[in-house]
Structures are given as C-alpha cells and as structure tokens.
C-alpha cells in the first residue's frame, strides 16, 4: 500500500520560511518522479514543483521559480520542498504526489498523492 505522508507546514509571516518534507512509503522510491502541487480555497489544484528519480531535473511554476527549491533524499524516500520568501498568496493545501517513469506538471497525470500539509501566511 503506497503511502505519501506530507509534513512541515503551519502558519508563517510575509518573507518567512517553512519546509516542506514527504515521506513515500510502499513503492520503489527511486524509479518515481515526485512532485508538490497546492491548492487555495476556491481555486484549482496546481503545480508548484516536481523533481525526476534521481533529483537531476527539476521543474518550478513561475510563481515560484526563485524562492522555492525542490529536493529529494532517496536513501530516506524522502522528497521536500524548501520555500523562502514565503507571501501570502501562497498560502494553500500543499500535496506531494508520485508517477513513473518522468517529471510532469499536470496533476491528473500523477498516480499517488498524499493528504495534503496547510501553509498559511499572514501579511
């Protein structure tokens, strides 16, 4: 049973940090890209960052290109996703999910997802 565990969000002010960490459990970490996407009440779920297998080809959306890095640990099927100068647009639901073989930025095309880790920032 495959198991993608979010955590490390919370609430952080304007210009703060936070990091995020997903712990995969039941699948072969290694062979599956990972990606994060967000989703902010009202609004559709989307791409923030996504990471290949072996953690040599990233993809960010422009909204956070620059303040947002995406990594993966594969001896501890860890993947995280440190965010710096946080606003409060960012503020969403934020889900790690997983797929095989290559890095997408589509959801729909992911195949595991986790149950999702709140960010909130305050002005």
């Known amino acids: 049973q495959v198991q993608l565990v979010e955590s490390g969000g919370g609430l952080v002010q304007a210009g703060g940090s936070l990091r995020l960490s997903c712990a995969a459990s039941g699948l072969a970490f290694d062979i599956y890209a990972m990606g994060w996407f967000r989703q902010a009440p009202g609004k559709e779920r989307e791409f923030v960052a996504a990471i290949n297998w072996s953690g040599v080809s990233t993809r960010y959306a422009d909204s956070v290109k620059g303040r947002f890095t995406i990594s993966r640990d594969n001896a501890r099927n860890t993947v995280y996703l440190q965010m710096n100068t946080l606003k409060p647009e960012d503020t969403a639901v934020y889900y790690c999910?997983?797929?095989?073989?290559?890095?997408?930025?589509?959801?729909?095309?992911?195949?595991?997802w986790g149950q999702g880790t709140q960010v909130t920032v305050s002005s």
């Open positions: 999910a997983a797929r095989r073989p290559d890095l997408r930025t589509r959801a729909e095309e992911y195949d595991y």
